[in-house]
C-alpha cells in the first residue's frame, strides 16, 4: 500500500481539479476547498515521501505493474522528494495569498487550473522517462497558460500568446530530440538510456550529441537561460502576482531537468558528451546572472524588477549546476531552494504593492504606501539580492566555494550581479515607498501579509538550519552523482 | 524513400520557422502547425521506415517498431490540443487589442489595467 504513495502526488491534483471544474461558478467556496485540501494534501504527502526517500534507496513505482523499459516507471528519490516538498510548500502559501488578496475570483476556473499546474509539476519531478516527461511538461504548461492570462484583459493576453508560442516550439524541440534519442537507442527510460548509452557505437556519437544539445536548449527554455529567456519578462511582469509566485518553480523544473539528465544520463564521464554540457552550462549561466543584474538595474517598473531578479537567481542556479561535482550540485540545489522561496515573497510583494497602484517608479498617481508593506518589500529584497543574515547569503557562498572553472570570471559575475541587485532594488524601494505624491494611504489588510512574511519566514529557517539541510543536500548531490541505484530502482531486464 | 521522407520534414520545418518568424498570429500559428507537422514525421520515422511490416511481433518475418507510432499519437492529440489553445488566446488577443500582432508592447505591464477588487468571475 505505502509503495502506491508515490503515484498519490499526480493523482490528488487530478481528481480534485475535476472535481474543482464542476463547482459552481457563482459560490467559489467549493473549488477553494478543493483547491485547499488538495494544496494541504500534497504537503502531506511530500513529508511522507520525503521521509520516505531520505531513509531508503531510491522506489520505482510500475504505472499498469509493465516491467521497464517497457512501460512508464515512476521514479521517488532524494531530489523528486525535494522538488515536490518544495512545490508543496510554496503553493501551500502561495494559495493562500490567491484566497486573501481575492485574485482567484477575478476569472473562472483558477483553482482547477492551480490543481493541474501541481499535477504537471509533480509529475514532471516524479517521472522516469523521457517522454512521459514530455507529456507532463504538456500538463503543467497548459495548465500554466490558463493561470497566465487569468482574470486578464488586453496586454495580458498578448504577453500570454507570446508566452504560448515559446512554449510550443520549445515542445516541438523537446519532441525532435526525443526522437534523435530514440533512434539511436530504442529506449526512452531515463534509467536504461544511463546504461545504453555508454554502449553507443563510435558512428551514432554525433547525432547522440545533437539529441542531447536539443534536449538541454528544450531545459534552457524551461529554465530561462540565455539566450532564450526572452519570454520571460514580459509573461511574469503580465501575470497575476499570485501566478507569477507560482511560476518561480516552473523555471526550476528546467534546472532539475538539466540536473537529472545532467547526472543520470549524460554524466561527465560518459564519452558521447563528456563535457559538453556543464562547458555549454557555464557561460550561459553567467551570462543570464549577468543580463538578469543589468536588467533589476535598468527595470522602471517592480514587475519588471522582480521578473529580471528571477532570471539573475536562474544564472546563479545553472552556474552552480554547471560544475557537476557533488559540492556544485549541492550549492546548486540550497541556492534553489532559497531563489524560489525569496523569488516567490519578491512577486507576492512586488502584487501587494501593485494592487494598490502602478508599480512604475516614477508614478505620480499613486497612494502612500503602508509601512509594513516596505518593510516587507526590504526583507524581500535583502533575501533576493543574497545579503547577510539571510539564506541567499550562504547560498551564494556556496557557489562562489564550489565554483570551477575561470575563478576570477565566476566571483565578479557573481559578486557584481549581486552588488548591481542591491542597487538596482534600493532604487526601486526609495522610488515606490519614499516618493508619495498623495495624502492618502491605501490600507495593507493582516490577512494579505500573511502569505508573503511566511514565506520569509520559511527563509529564515532555511538560514537557520542550514548547516543539516546542507547536509542532507550533499547527500542527495551525493546520490546523484553516483547513480546506481536509482537505475537498480527501475529493476530494467538483465540487470538483476 | 528515405530520402523523400528526409526532404519532406526538412521541408516543413523550413515553412515552419519561416512563417514562425512573421508578426502577425496567424502566420505564426500556422508555422507552429508546420513544425509540429514536421516533428509529427520525424518522430514517426524514429522507429526506421518500413514498408509492409505490422507493428505486432509474430505475425510477420520483421515487425515495425510500435513504440514511435504510440510516441506520434500522443504528441498528435497534445500538438492539436495546444493548437486550439493558442488559436483561442490569439481571436482573445485581437479581440482585447484591437491588433494582432504578437510583438510586444513595451508600455504594456506599466500600467496596471485591472486592479484586485473587482470581480470578474
Sequence with gaps: MTDHLIIAPILLPAILAAVALFASSTNIFAARLASGLGTLGLLALAITL???????????????????????????????????????????????????????????????????????????????DAFNLFVFFEVLLIASYGLMVHGGTGPRIKAGLQYIAVNLVGSTLFLFALAVIYALTGTLNMADLAVKLPLLPEGDQALMRVGAVLLMLVFAIKGALVPLHFWLPATYANAPGVVAALFAVMTKVGAYSTLRFGTLVFPADLAVTGTLISDLLLPAGLLTLALGSIGILGAQSLTRMAAYAAIASMGTVFVAM???????????????????????????????????????????????????????????????????????????????????????????????????????????????????????????????????????????????????????????????HAPAPYIEAVQLPGKG | MEIFVASAVGLLTAVGIYLLLRLRSFPVILGLTFLSYAVNVFLFSAGRLKTAAEPIVGTTE????????????????????????????????????????????????????????????
Excluded: C
Aim: glycine share 10%; charged share 10%.
Design chain 1, 50 to 128: 520525503m521521509v520516505q526517500a531520505s531513509t531508503g534507496p531510491p522506489q520505482g513505482y510500475f504505472l499498469g505493474a509493465w516491467p521497464a523499459p517497457f512501460g512508464i516507471v515512476l521514479v521517488l528519490d532524494r531530489l523528486s522528494a525535494l522538488m515536490l516538498l518544495l512545490t508543496a510548500l510554496l503553493s501551500t502559501f502561495v494559495l493562500f495569498q490567491a484566497i486573501a488578496t481575492g485574485w482567484d475570483r477575478r476569472g473562472r476556473k483558477f483553482h482547477a487550473l492551480w490543481l493541474f499546474q501541481l499535477m504537471g509539476l509533480n509529475g514532471a519531478f516524479l517521472t522516469g
Design chain 2, 62 to 121: 520483421i515487425p515495425t517498431d510500435p513504440l514511435p507510432q504510440a510516441l506520434v499519437l500522443t504528441a498528435i492529440v497534445i500538438s492539436f490540443g495546444m493548437t486550439a489553445v493558442i488559436v483561442m488566446m490569439a481571436l482573445g488577443s485581437y479581440l482585447e487589442t484591437g491588433n494582432d500582432r504578437v510583438d510586444p508592447d513595451p508600455e504594456a505591464d506599466l500600467t496596471p489595467t485591472d486592479l484586485p477588487g473587482k470581480d470578474r468571475a
Design chain 1, 322 to 480: 554547471a560544475g557537476f561535482t557533488t559540492q556544485s550540485t549541492t550549492a546548486a540545489l540550497f541556492y534553489m531552494v532559497h531563489s524560489t522561496l525569496a523569488g516567490a515573497a519578491l512577486f507576492l510583494t512586488v502584487d501587494l504593492v501593485q494592487a494598490r497602484g502602478p508599480s512604475r517608479y516614477g508614478a505620480t498617481d499613486r497612494p502612500r504606501l503602508p509601512g509594513r508593506l516596505a518593510a516587507l518589500f526590504l526583507v524581500t529584497a535583502i533575501a533576493t539580492a543574497g545579503l547577510p543574515p539571510l539564506s541567499g547569503f550562504l547560498g551564494k557562498l556556496m557557489v562562489l566555494q564550489a565554483a570551477l572553472g575561470p575563478m576570477a570570471l565566476v566571483w565578479a559575475v557573481v559578486l557584481l550581479g549581486s552588488f548591481f541587485a542591491i542597487i538596482g532594488m534600493s532604487r526601486a524601494g526609495s522610488a515606490v515607498f519614499w516618493a508619495p505624491k498623495s495624502e492618502t494611504i491605501a490600507p495593507l489588510p493582516t490577512s494579505q501579509m500573511l502569505a508573503p512574511a511566511g514565506l520569509l519566514a520559511l527563509l529564515v529557517a532555511l538560514t537557520v538550519f542550514a548547516g543539516p539541510v546542507q547536509a542532507w543536500m550533499a547527500g542527495t548531490a551525493a546520490a546523484l
